[in-house]
């Protein structure tokens, strides 16, 4: 058993309150299943998504600064289920911290710039962590897998992890950023079966869609064709952007590359609430473009 309640400082950023209502939906119903604590950071800002730096990396890491420092003020690590804002946040978070060393005169910069809009400074004294990793080494695998009222068993779930969560960073501590392994061990925890395939740890083309639509939507139908041959049942994704393009606009993307897919693409935390015998309905697994039935069908449900 877990010695003390896991408290976190919670992003949720403006994907999964947004476009994808069920990231933020499933995410409570699971730390709620698994006793965590949540206080979620309301007043925090877009973190930006990799844009800011665009046009000024004092930006990025002055609004980033500000969102580390609102966790600071709660003494809480700053917990995301979004890849994209953990590589963001993550990345600010590790440079500011080395700053604080290297180039003092610039986190006097950033903390100036926050004083005059009334925020506390940043103090490099807290960490920032995806949810995954969270679950798996401070809650831990062994205690999930405790809690499973409902194992997964026969369920073939190819992991699709998001550039930004394995290689924004200099240091990954929790994983292999090229090998990782940290999804394919939460399956098996229940019950699950991974299924390897080459773009589990690619790019989705999401940042290219905007202005490279059918070379975005090529490199989704690449990976989904990919994995439907591996033998997956579904895709799940710690990454509401990378679920945008390959669930939302799986059907444009079918347009594109020519072929059916009908591929499910399941949120992280709505698989592992399935297991722990939250309903479909409260995980909203209804909401998604790509028909989550089959997923749910092989699971008895």
């Not at 991974?194 to 083309?205: A, E, K, L, S, V």
């Amino acid at each position: 058993m877990l010695s003390q309640t896991l408290k976190y400082a919670y992003f949720p950023g403006c994907v999964a309150q947004g476009a994808c209502r069920e990231l933020y939906q499933s995410t409570q119903a699971l730390t709620q299943a698994l006793g965590i604590e949540l206080v979620e950071l309301k007043k925090a800002a877009c973190c930006g998504s990799g844009i800011f730096k665009e046009d000024s990396k004092l930006l990025e890491d002055t609004v980033n600064a500000r969102n580390i420092a609102l966790a600071e003020e709660l003494n809480l690590p700053l917990l995301t289920h979004c890849s994209t804002c953990q590589g963001v946040i993550g990345h600010v978070n590790e440079h500011l911290k080395e700053c604080q060393t290297t180039d003092p005169a610039y986190i006097q910069q950033v903390n100036g710039l926050l004083d005059k809009e009334g925020c506390s400074p940043y103090r490099g004294s807290t960490d920032v962590k995806h949810l995954l990793y969270a679950l798996v080494t401070d809650y831990g695998l062994e205690e999930i897998t405790k809690r499973v009222t409902r194992k997964l068993t026969g369920l073939k779930c190819a992991a699709f992890y998001g550039c930004y969560l394995l290689r924004a960073q200099k240091s990954m501590p929790y994983d292999d950023p090229f090998q990782p392994e940290a999804m394919e061990n939460m399956f098996r925890a229940v019950g699950a079966t991974p299924i390897y395939y080459r773009g589990r740890t690619q790019c989705c083309g999401w940042p290219l869609a905007s202005y490279a639509t059918t070379q975005s939507f090529k490199m989704a139908g690449m990976h989904i064709q990919d994995a439907l041959t591996s033998g997956a049942d579904c895709i799940v994704t710690p990454c509401p952007l990378c679920h945008l393009n390959l669930d939302s606009r799986q059907p444009e993307v079918e347009k594109v590359i020519e072929q059916k897919l009908g591929l499910p693409v399941l949120h992280l935390p709505q698989l592992i609430a399935l297991a722990l015998g939250v309903s479909p309905k409260e995980l909203g697994l209804d909401r998604h473009v790509v028909s989550t039935k089959p997923v749910l069908e092989k699971l008895g449900f």
